[in-house]
């Protein structure tokens, strides 16, 4: 027995007059009862409904049935019932069959063994016949691949990727191939479904005790579907007058809080039939919630490709299907489906497409028990309260109409002794009957009062107890004193005082008298009139010392001193009153500043002094005319001092504190969240999740109508942001901006470059903090200085030093202890990645390596990188010599191919970012517009080292792990960020965003954690040691724009994104986005000294190889279990160091 679930009463029982209204209740009275009743959770539990005891008449009077009768609902839990409608079949899994053959174990050639397809009745691919007609099914001939006139010429595979045939003109092997298209072992039928029905089953009990008989107990079941129940008692006949005694009859439903689900967009498929059992006979007998549900988008009638049904005719006219990979036009199938839910439930994730996630929670099941009516029933556990009405022919039953009824008026018990049993208790009864009645009262037994005898009290004898103690009351007081007497003058003689001598035994504990009067009584009159009087004696007595005062020449104050108070104060009736507060302590506080310093001069100047001087500086003046010099002119000593003290370096200096103290006086609640606030919500979020604070918004009104195309911080100066300013649309290009922003003073730029074109990126020199490389869209790159503050380059690119023809996107430094001069490195469109040094003069160029074009490989699938080892292409390579050769080499060895220099024009890739090692410095990525990622080094130019395909799209930025030496992070127009291990072949993981990723940037303090902006406007936080799958923070951070890049703070706690409306927003991370893992302190062994704690980056490199463990990939980076260091694979390091050396060679 489950929980027992509450039951209502809805309307109270009421007995009334049948009603002739078709029903099979004949009766001619019969009891009413409404019930209410809510579903349980699962049909084991059950509740008592109610018990049929006394009803009331239309009248007023109450029936008592005597014979007993209950009734006992349960509730089934809600069933959903959705009427399935068949559509078609489809095939869960077709397949491409590709023939080089005939049927005789030739090969397909040009000139004696052609393939066929088409119409042609011996196609090499058959033909299909439908059973259900008998004739062959149109398209189903498949299509044949065949080398043209230009790919013989070329004498290579190229544009006929699928079967990868060898087009030479000196053999006739591999020249032709036919495609067929096979359906697989395993069928599905699709039904639609329509709109549901509600479902329940009430199981009611009806109990029937008549008189003192053997009770009887039957079971009987409603359903919204049942137009009720008419039953006979338990232990009754039925007959001709009274076919039944109970009618159930369910009333209706009260409305639910959770809506039904509408599935008319969407085909439930249901595994029908399999070819192969040993292939795919589990998958048509497991259970029902692993059916498929299945948008009606992912379907065809057979006219579109990578849909659930396609068709022969959809494949056999799929466009450059002979350059198309294998099975093209046969993805998303209903097999690709399952077996990505399948995973995902080995992943812990949701499924997308299993009927159990598509419903309510509950159970899932088919009712095909009627052919014409198949039913799919979803079992939910939302609670429906029902309306249960009971009614029960009086007929056959016993009971007692109460026509003589009665009230308690009143009740009420006369005071009595306690333990006497001598109390009354007094009711006042009234009939409110119809008929005269005589009425009884009973009163149940009132449990005694015990009552505890103390220790001290003396014990009686029951004789002593029923003794009778006479008292007698007396008139006087004991108290009361009786001889007292009095001497009477009158009578010369001392004399009796009857009563005791009055009130004497009166005390009074308090006497206060009180001071008011009314105003109407003679009292009140007399003390006015005494109060009259004194006013009237003061006055006249105030007049006489002013007629004195003035005849003596003096003042009343003087005569009334010499005088004497006569009439003063009264000696004898006289209070003085006085009060002392606090006195607050007064302190004496002196501030003593030292004196400025003063320098006394003295001097006598005579006539003879001024001639001398005069003299001396004439004779400077002309000296310097004969020499050639210019002579200056004399200025007056405030002169002189005004003009330099304004246009000193000083000044210029002081006013720029001045300046950051006033935007910081403005600002200064922006200020004081960047200082001290901390979210306190973090501590109650479930799963690390955090917040982004906004703080400053840095602009400036030269950077209007453009969008921020690079962030970069400053690395000795954290406070110094420099930003560029440019435009990504290749249709509205301007000039270019520089702006370099300092925290101190967000109001105002601290100093502004421009350009004649856009500047698209830059980036500050680690070892020289004060150079600042730029480069813009025209091709050209610049070097500022920074500390000069002037809007000119101390270096700049032109023609004749050489420059790229497309825009350049990225600019790196390079920190090399063996150069003399400054170096770093830029990347274009025009396929170059080139490095500049900083000669005395001016730039130097070099190109320091060619992006080939890569395409993929014929019958590599999907082109997955490091499909052959690295070593071999590089050697087969270098025997067609030269660095076109190692680069072509490298390439193969990762799977691709190289596009010939000879044969296209064109066989540069559009280089769009870069980053190099911080470990290894001569290793570098770099990311293409086609959406592939090439590993450089700067020992071997003319190859690459290996090739990832990378990304779909544009990839629009790397970044290394500043931890982590094999590490590193992309990003793309396809949506997606990327986390790699540059010694495996495919990413370690994927971030799906669902829009375009402008940037990512790892944080500084945490080897796990990484932002990425996107094209939405969001800002997105991972945290990879908290949370593999999903992001710790997204936050909308503007309406109307897109973020395009971001950066990190090296020592604050900032994140500085930037738009493409010109503003960089900074923003400050909460706690939980800040996380930084304490070092662990070694547990010291006796006897043994203390070993050393690790490092900072030891903690942070252990931390994320956890992390990269925990994705299953450790062959990605494998972990010494003694040193618990990473080690590079043997296999893919021989590889990689083979091909490099074969090329070198």
Not at 388 to 402: G, N
Not at 413 to 419: D, G, S, T
Not at 720 to 740: E, I, N
Request: proline residues 5%.
């Amino acid at each position: 027995m489950g929980r027992i679930v509450g039951s209502s009463i809805l309307a109270a029982g009421s007995m009334e007059a049948c009603v002739d209204d078709g029903d099979k209740l004949r009766c001619a009275q019969r009891f009413v009862t409404t019930l209410t009743v809510e579903n349980a959770q699962n049909r084991t539990e059950s509740i008592t409904a109610y018990r049929l005891r006394d009803f009331s008449q239309a009248d007023g009077t109450r029936v008592e049935l005597e014979d007993s009768l209950s009734v006992t609902l349960a509730k089934s839990s809600i069933v959903l019932r959705y009427p399935l409608q068949y559509e078609r079949t489809y095939n869960a899994d077709p397949r491409e069959l590709i023939l080089v053959r005939d049927g005789q174990g030739r090969d397909y050639n040009w000139l004696t063994n052609p393939c066929k397809d088409g119409t042609a009745a011996d196609a090499a691919c058959g033909s299909y016949v439908d059973p259900s007609t008998g004739k062959a099914v149109p398209y189903s001939q498949g299509f044949c691949c065949r080398c043209d006139f230009g790919d013989y010429l070329s004498g290579g595979p190229v544009g006929l990727s699928r079967a990868n045939l060898q087009c030479s003109l000196l053999s006739t092997e591999l020249a032709q191939s036919a495609h067929c298209l096979r359906w697989g072992p395993l069928w599905y039928r699709a039904f639609s479904l329509g709109p549901p029905v509600v479902h329940f089953v009430i199981e009611a009990e009806i109990k029937f005790c008549p008189g003192r008989s053997e009770c009887r107990t039957r079971t009987y079941y409603l359903s919204p579907s049942s137009n009720g129940l008419c039953v006979v008692l338990p232990g009754l006949a039925s007959d001709e007058d009274h076919p039944c005694d109970v009618q159930l009859s369910l009333e209706g439903d009260l409305a639910s809080y959770e809506g039904a689900k509408s599935f008319a967009s969407s085909l439930l498929m249901r595994p029908h039939s399999c070819d192969d059992f040993a292939a795919c006979g589990a998958q048509v007998t497991e259970s029902p919630s692993r059916w498929l549900m299945v948008p009606r988008s992912y379907t065809t009638q057979g006219s579109h490709c990578d849909r659930i049904g396609v068709s022969h005719e959809a494949f056999a006219g799929q466009p450059q299907r002979c350059g198309m990979d294998i099975n093209s036009c046969l993805k998303q199938q209903l097999s690709d489906l399952y077996a990505a839910d399948v995973e995902a439930e080995a992943a812990g994730r949701k499924p997308s497409y299993f009927v159990s996630s598509h419903g309510y929670g509950g159970r899932f099941a088919v009712d095909d028990s009627d052919p014409s009516k198949t039913m799919a029933l979803f079992e939910t556990a939302r609670l429906q309260r029902s309306l249960v009405a009971v009614q029960v022919s009086a007929d056959r039953l016993r009971y007692t109409v109460l026509v003589a009824q009665a009230v308690i008026v009143s009740a009420a018990v006369a005071p009595f002794e306690a333990k006497s049993g001598a109390g009354v208790l007094r009711v006042r009864i009234q009939s409110v009957g119809r008929v005269q009645a005589q009425f009884s009262l009973s009163v149940p037994d009132v449990p005694r009062q015990e009552f505890v005898r103390p220790a001290n009290q003396e014990s009686l004898t029951p004789a002593q107890l029923a003794e009778d103690v006479p008292r007698s009351l007396m008139a006087k007081d004991p108290n009361l004193r009786s001889n007292i007497v009095c001497y009477s003058f009158a009578d010369n003689a001392f004399k009796h005082i009857p009563g005791g001598g009055g009130d004497d035994s009166v005390v009074f504990h308090f006497v206060m008298e009180g001071c008011l009067l009314h105003k109407d009584g003679d009292e009140a009159a007399s003390q006015l009139a005494a109060e009259k009087s004194v006013r009237e004696d003061l006055r006249a007595r105030r007049r006489a010392l002013e007629a004195r005062a003035q005849e003596a020449g003096k003042t009343v104050a003087e005569v009334e001193e010499e005088e004497g108070d006569a009439g003063g104060r009264n000696q004898f009736n006289f209070s003085e009153r006085a009060a002392q507060t606090y006195a607050p302590l007064m302190r004496d506080r002196g501030i003593s500043t030292a004196p400025p310093e003063t320098l006394e001069f003295g001097a006598t100047a005579s006539r003879w002094e001024a001639y001398d001087c005069y003299r001396a500086e004439f004779e400077r003046l002309k000296s310097e005319e004969e020499s050639g010099g210019l002579a200056r002119p004399v200025l007056r000593p405030e002169e002189r001092g005004g003009e330099a003290t304004v246009h000193s370096a000083a000044c210029g200096w002081s006013l720029k504190l001045l300046e950051r103290m006033v935007v910081q006086n403005a600002q200064d609640e922006l200020f004081s969240d960047f200082r001290f606030w901390e979210d306190e919500s973090d501590m109650y979020k479930p799963g690390g999740m955090g917040t982004l604070l906004p703080l400053w918004r840095f602009s400036d009104a030269r950077a209007k109508r453009k969008m921020v195309t690079a962030v970069d911080t400053n690395p000795r100066y954290p406070d110094l942001v420099a930003v560029s300013y440019g435009s990504y649309d290749f249709m509205r290009q301007g000039t270019g901006v520089v702006a370099v922003y300092s925290l101190k003073n967000p109001a105002f730029p601290e100093f502004v470059y421009t350009m004649d074109s856009g500047a698209m990126c830059l980036a500050f020199s680690p070892a020289q903090p004060s150079l600042l490389a730029v480069g813009c869209y025209d091709g050209t790159v610049r070097v500022y200085d920074v500390r000069k503050g002037e809007d000119r380059p101390l270096y700049a690119s032109d023609i004749r030093s050489g420059k790229h023809t497309d825009p350049v996107w990225g600019v790196r430094w390079q920190s090399d202890p063996m150069a003399k001069d400054a170096t770093f490195v830029s990347i274009s469109t025009d396929g170059r990645v080139a490095s500049w040094v900083l000669s005395k003069n001016e730039l130097q160029m070099e190109t320091l390596v060619s992006l080939k074009l890569v395409q993929s490989a014929a019958g590599g699938g999907d082109g997955a990188a490091g499909s052959s080892p690295a070593g071999a292409g590089a050697a087969s390579a270098a025997g067609a010599g030269g660095a076109g050769g190692a680069a072509a080499g490298g390439a193969a060895g990762a799977g691709m191919v190289v596009a010939d220099d000879e044969g296209t024009l064109t066989g540069l890739a559009g280089g769009c970012c870069f980053d190099f090692n911080p470990f290894a410095p001569h290793l570098f990525l770099v990311g293409t517009e086609e959406g592939r990622l090439h590993k450089c080094s700067k020992a071997y130019t003319g190859q690459y080292l290996e090739t990832y395909e990378g990304h779909s799209m544009a990839v629009y930025a790397i970044k290394w792990s500043p931890f982590h030496e094999r590490v590193f992070l992309t990003c793309s127009a396809d949506w997606t960020v990327k986390l790699w291990d540059h010694m495996t072949p495919r990413a370690v993981a994927v971030f799906d965003l669902e829009t375009a990723v402008g940037d990512v940037a790892w944080a500084p303090y945490s080897s796990t954690v990484f932002a990425a902006v996107a094209a939405n406007g969001k800002a997105y936080v991972f945290d990879l040691d908290v949370d593999k799958h999903d992001e710790r923070c997204v936050q909308k951070i503007v309406k109307k724009a897109k973020l395009t890049h971001a950066a990190f703070s090296a020592t604050d706690p900032i994140l500085l994104v930037g738009d493409s409306s010109g503003h960089v927003n900074s923003l400050k991370l909460s706690p939980n986005l800040r996380r930084i893992t304490d070092i662990p302190v070694p547990e010291v062994k006796k006897g043994e000294a203390a070993p050393q704690p690790p490092s900072r980056l030891e903690v942070e490199v252990g931390k994320l190889n956890a992390v990269m463990l925990a994705m299953d990939v450790r062959a990605a980076v494998p972990i010494d279990s003694v040193t618990g260091k990473t080690v590079a694979p043997a296999k893919a390091g021989a590889g990689a160091g083979a091909g490099a050396a074969a090329a070198v060679a």
